[in-house]
C-alpha cells in the first residue's frame, strides 16, 4: 500500500509539474507572441514594399532566353550572405522542433525545451524574414526574383526535394500548400515562355518550356528542370556554384512565404 501511495505522490507531482510549466510556458507563449506579431507587421509592410516596388511574386519573368545575367546572380550572392546568420539561428531551432514533434511522448525537460524552441522560432522567422526583405530592398531584388533564384540555385537539378519544415500528418492540410507552391513555380515558367515566344527563341526553347510545365502539372511537387537545367541557365550558374553552396540553408520551407498580391494580408499557409 504504501508503495501505491509513493507512487501516487510521485505522479502528483509529477503531473502538478507539468500543469504549472504549461501554465508558465502558456503565458510566456503569449507575451512573445505578442512580440513576434508585432515583429511580423513590420515584415509584412516591407514585402508589400517589396511587392510594390518589383511586383507580386507571381509576376516575375526569369530571362527570356534562360541565361541568368551575372549581375543579378551577385546581388543574390548578397542578399545570402547578408541573411546567413539569421538563417543559421532559425534552421537550428527547426531542427529542435522537428526532432520534438517526432517524439511519442513528452515528458517535463521536453516541455521546457519545447516552450524554448517555439519561443526562439517565432523571433527567429521573424529576424530571418527581416533581414530578408531589407536585404532584397537594399540590393534592388524583387521577392519573386529571388525565390526564383533560390528554387534554381539549390533545388533544380540538385537532388535536394524542397520538403516542409515541419511534417504534416494530415494531407488534407498539406495538398492546398503545394498546391499554392507548384502554382508559383508555373507562374515562372509560363511568364518565361510568353517572353520567350514574343522575342526570336532559339530552335526547341519553346518546346522545351512546354514539356518542363507539363512536367510541373502532374505528380508530386517538384522543383522546375529537376532532371536538369537547360544548358543556357547551367552555363551562367557555372561560375557560381561554389560561393552558392557556402550560403546554402535547409530554409526551402519559407521560400515563398508572404503575401503574393497587394492587399491579401500577411500568410504562413505555404512552405
Same mark, same amino acid.
Request: charged share 20%; aromatic share 8%; glycine share 12%.
Given at each position: 500500500?504504501?508503495?501505491?501511495?509513493?507512487?501516487?505522490?510521485?505522479?502528483?507531482?509529477?503531473?502538478?509539474?507539468?500543469?504549472?510549466?504549461?501554465?508558465?510556458?502558456?503565458?510566456?507563449?503569449?507575451?512573445?507572441?505578442?512580440?513576434?506579431?508585432?515583429?511580423?507587421?513590420?515584415?509584412?509592410?516591407?514585402?508589400?514594399?517589396?511587392?510594390?516596388? @518589383?511586383?507580386?511574386?507571381?509576376?516575375? $519573368?526569369?530571362?527570356?532566353?534562360?541565361?541568368?545575367?551575372?549581375?543579378?546572380?551577385?546581388? +543574390?550572392?548578397?542578399?545570402?550572405?547578408?541573411?546567413?546568420?539569421?538563417?543559421?539561428?532559425?534552421?537550428?531551432?527547426?531542427?529542435?522542433?522537428?526532432?520534438?514533434?517526432?517524439?511519442?511522448?513528452?515528458?517535463?525537460?521536453?516541455?521546457?525545451?519545447?516552450?524554448?524552441?517555439?519561443?526562439?522560432?517565432?523571433?527567429?522567422?521573424?529576424?530571418?524574414?527581416?533581414?530578408?526583405?531589407?536585404?532584397?530592398?537594399?540590393?534592388?531584388?524583387?521577392?519573386?526574383?529571388?525565390?526564383?533564384?533560390?528554387?534554381?540555385?539549390?533545388?533544380?537539378?540538385?537532388?535536394?526535394?524542397?520538403?516542409? $519544415? +515541419?511534417?504534416?500528418?494530415?494531407?488534407?492540410?498539406?495538398?492546398?500548400?503545394?498546391?499554392?507552391?507548384?502554382?508559383?513555380?508555373? $507562374?515562372?515558367?509560363?511568364?518565361?515562355?510568353?517572353?520567350?515566344?514574343?522575342?526570336?527563341?532559339?530552335?526547341?526553347?519553346?518546346?522545351?518550356?512546354?514539356?518542363?510545365?507539363?512536367?510541373?502539372?502532374?505528380?508530386?511537387?517538384?522543383?522546375?528542370?529537376?532532371?536538369?537545367?537547360?544548358?543556357?541557365?547551367?552555363?551562367?550558374?557555372?561560375?557560381?556554384?561554389?560561393?552558392?553552396?557556402? +550560403? @546554402?540553408?535547409?530554409?526551402? $520551407?519559407?521560400?515563398?512565404?508572404?503575401?503574393?498580391?497587394?492587399?491579401?494580408? +500577411?500568410?504562413?499557409?505555404?512552405?
Amino acid at each position: 500500500m504504501a508503495g501505491k501511495r509513493n507512487w501516487l505522490m510521485g505522479c502528483g507531482v509529477g503531473c502538478l509539474a507539468l500543469i504549472v510549466l504549461t501554465i508558465i510556458g502558456g503565458t510566456l507563449v503569449w507575451r512573445s507572441g505578442k512580440q513576434v506579431v508585432s515583429a511580423l507587421d513590420a515584415v509584412g509592410d516591407s514585402q508589400e514594399a517589396l511587392a510594390q516596388q @518589383y511586383g507580386a511574386l507571381r509576376e516575375y $519573368a526569369p530571362p527570356s532566353d534562360g541565361r541568368l545575367g551575372a549581375d543579378r546572380l551577385e546581388i +543574390f550572392l548578397a542578399v545570402q550572405t547578408a541573411i546567413h546568420e539569421p538563417g543559421a539561428e532559425l534552421a537550428g531551432f527547426i531542427d529542435v522542433v522537428s526532432l520534438l514533434e517526432e517524439k511519442k511522448s513528452i515528458g517535463p525537460r521536453n516541455v521546457i525545451t519545447g516552450i524554448r524552441s517555439l519561443m526562439g522560432l517565432g523571433h527567429s522567422v521573424a529576424a530571418y524574414l527581416d533581414a530578408r526583405n531589407s536585404a532584397l530592398l537594399d540590393h534592388g531584388m524583387g521577392l519573386g526574383e529571388y525565390s526564383y533564384l533560390y528554387v534554381i540555385v539549390y533545388h533544380a537539378g540538385t537532388g535536394r526535394e524542397l520538403r516542409p $519544415a +515541419f511534417s504534416m500528418r494530415d494531407s488534407g492540410e498539406m495538398e492546398p500548400r503545394l498546391d499554392r507552391l507548384r502554382g508559383h513555380f508555373k $507562374a515562372w515558367l509560363t511568364n518565361q515562355r510568353e517572353a520567350a515566344a514574343s522575342s526570336n527563341p532559339a530552335p526547341g526553347w519553346l518546346e522545351t518550356l512546354d514539356n518542363e510545365l507539363a512536367r510541373l502539372t502532374t505528380g508530386e511537387l517538384h522543383a522546375p528542370w529537376r532532371d536538369g537545367l537547360p544548358e543556357a541557365t547551367a552555363s551562367s550558374l557555372e561560375p557560381y556554384r561554389v560561393r552558392m553552396d557556402e +550560403f @546554402y540553408l535547409p530554409l526551402g $520551407a519559407l521560400l515563398c512565404i508572404g503575401a503574393d498580391k497587394s492587399g491579401e494580408g +500577411f500568410d504562413f499557409e505555404i512552405q
